[in-house]
């Protein structure tokens, strides 16, 4: 009757040391795993992808008379995504262009009148000589033998007067003609680039009736409706260049040790499932925690004060390649796991960017053909090409 109790106690004996010994290779697999891999990486799942929004607006006031794009589209750089009525600026380029043309033309007559003043005075000059040669010979030897009467001698000196008064006016003339055109051509004259900047201006407002994509991408949030009116800084729609886009990933506090610019970055989303690993690298660690930007920052010295771990955003780049292969959208959560074990890089980025990050050539092209359209009315003006009948 005793031998029972012991059997079952034996039992439990023994299943407490298989269990102890669970436990304890439990304990050394996850302090090898540990020791192997997971105290050189960091993981966070408070990450999400983020991207540039290329709010698209108008740069003048207008009514809107056309929308070309719509949610979900695909545009490209450069592409007509809406447009305005651009009846009053035609009329305003119309204008601009006939002031360019008509100052063209009085410009290239001041320029006439430098001629015309220079050849004034070389006549004044040669009427001044005259009439000195003629005092000269009536105001010497032949007044004295009163060869020429007193009248005629008055008449003489008064000429002589005359003719040195009407050279000064004319070398006045010319100066006020010179000050006019001086150290400058027809193109450079300060009327003719005036009346430019206003053949630019009407030119590049007919231009900005047409509103443009300034980059490539998926067109999302579109309020553009025909018949509305358009004003400078309202949204019409917005582009967003999924090729362009960045995780940022929040990691606490104590994960930062040893988190360097440049590590590897493992990332998984949930939108392709946890076959799918994405790669990338560690492009930055942001100035200041989330709370520091927020619209009302924690007041932690005013004495009502808790202590939380605060988390600091990570901006992670993502390779090109598998972007391509498996594009993401702004706002997905990801899993984001950064290889800690080579820390000997930079916290803090010591170089500044020698050039832009982004750009967009959309709007040169109005700027050369504003200045083409002024060459040529130029040089029509000046008489340089034949003219259309």
Not at 57 to 78: C, K, M, S
Not at 228 to 237: L, V
Not at 258 to 276: E, P, T
Not at 353 to 367: F, I, K, L, N, Q
Request: charged content about 25%; overall charge positive; aromatic content about 4%.
């Amino acid at each position: 009757m005793s031998e029972a109790p012991n059997n079952n106690s034996s039992k439990r004996s023994r299943a407490l040391v298989i269990l102890t010994l669970c436990f304890i290779l439990i304990g050394l697999g996850y302090g090898v795993y540990w020791w192997i891999h997971g105290r050189h990486h960091e993981t966070t799942d408070d990450a999400y992808v983020a991207g540039n929004l290329i709010r698209v607006t108008p740069r003048i006031a207008g009514t809107v008379v056309a929308v070309y794009a719509d949610d979900t589209d695909l545009v490209q750089r450069g592409q007509l995504l809406a447009r305005l009525d651009d009846a009053d600026a035609r009329v305003a380029l119309a204008a601009a262009d006939a002031r360019l043309a008509g100052t063209v033309r009085q410009v290239k007559q001041m320029f006439s009148a430098v001629d015309q003043g220079r050849a004034n005075v070389a006549i004044k000059e040669e009427s001044l000589r005259q009439a000195e040669a003629d005092a000269a010979r009536r105001g010497g030897a032949a007044a004295a033998d009163d060869a020429v009467s007193r009248e005629e001698l008055e008449h003489t000196v008064s000429a002589l007067k005359r003719a040195q008064s009407e050279l000064r006016l004319a070398n006045s003339q010319l100066e006020g003609a010179l000050a006019q055109v001086a150290n400058t051509d027809v193109e450079r004259h300060p009327a003719v680039k005036q009346a430019e900047a206003q053949v630019r201006e009407a030119f590049l407002n007919l231009r900005r009736c047409e509103v443009r994509a300034a980059d490539s991408g998926y067109v999302a949030k579109r309020t553009a409706q025909v018949g509305q009116q358009a004003a400078p800084g309202i949204t019409m729609m917005v582009v967003v260049p999924l090729r362009q886009v960045w995780v940022e990933a929040n990691f606490k506090e104590d994960q930062l040790q040893r988190m360097r610019i440049g590590q590897a970055v493992a990332l998984k989303s949930d939108l392709y499932g946890s076959g799918v690993t994405l790669h990338g690298k560690v492009a930055g660690l942001a100035a200041g925690t989330g709370s520091v930007f927020s619209l009302l920052p924690p007041q932690n010295a005013s004495g009502n004060w808790i202590k939380i771990v605060q988390r600091l955003p990570v901006r992670i780049a993502l390779d090109p390649a598998e972007l391509a292969k498996y594009p993401l959208r702004l706002g997905l959560s990801m899993k984001a796991v950064v290889e800690t074990a080579d820390a000997a890089g930079e916290s803090l980025a010591k170089v500044s960017p020698s050039g832009p990050r982004y750009e967009t050539a959309v709007y040169g092209d109005d700027e050369k053909e504003a200045g083409q359209r002024m060459r040529e009315i130029i040089a029509a003006n000046l008489g340089r090409v034949k003219q259309a009948p």
